[in-house]
């Protein structure tokens, strides 16, 4: 059974950090583009970070360009996004996505240009809350 389960979402105050995790099963995160999307309520999703499966490109939003960090762990099939300096902004509930994408797409476009309705797989969400 395909499964992405994101954990470590919670309440934290503004300049605190968090560790989220994304769990994969039933296939291998190593032949696929990985996401981290976010979405307040009222608010559109939005890409937060993406990897490459190919070339270890990652791309991050402006709004968390030098705060967040993604890294994924092909051997043990988990991505995380470290989040430190966090902002009441930043409140939304998180979701990680797989899609399996073609080599020439990645390497021309980058995995941010891939259209969100595209993802093969979605995890449920985790939520994160920053108090101001």
């Known amino acids: 059974q395909v499964q992405l389960v994101e954990s470590g979402g919670g309440l934290v105050q503004a300049g605190e950090s968090l560790r989220l995790s994304c769990a994969a099963s039933?296939?291998?995160?190593?032949?696929?583009?990985i996401h981290w999307f976010r979405q307040a309520p009222g608010q559109e999703r939005e890409r937060v970070s993406c990897?490459?499966?190919?070339?270890?490109?990652?791309y991050y939003a402006d709004s968390v360009k030098a705060r967040f960090t993604l890294s994924r762990d092909n051997a043990k099939n988990t991505v995380d996004l470290q989040m430190n300096s966090l902002k009441s902004e930043d409140s939304a509930d998180y979701y990680c996505?797989?899609?399996?994408?073609?080599?020439?797409?990645?390497?021309?476009?980058?995995?941010?240009?891939?259209?969100?309705?595209?993802?093969?797989?979605w995890g449920k969400g985790t939520p994160v809350t920053v108090s101001s």
């Open positions: 039933g296939f291998s995160i190593e032949q696929y583009d």
């Open positions: 996505a797989a899609v399996k994408e073609s080599d020439t797409f990645l390497f021309v476009w980058g995995c941010q240009a891939r259209d969100q309705n595209a993802m093969d797989y």
């Open positions: 990897s490459g499966h190919r070339d270890g490109r990652t």
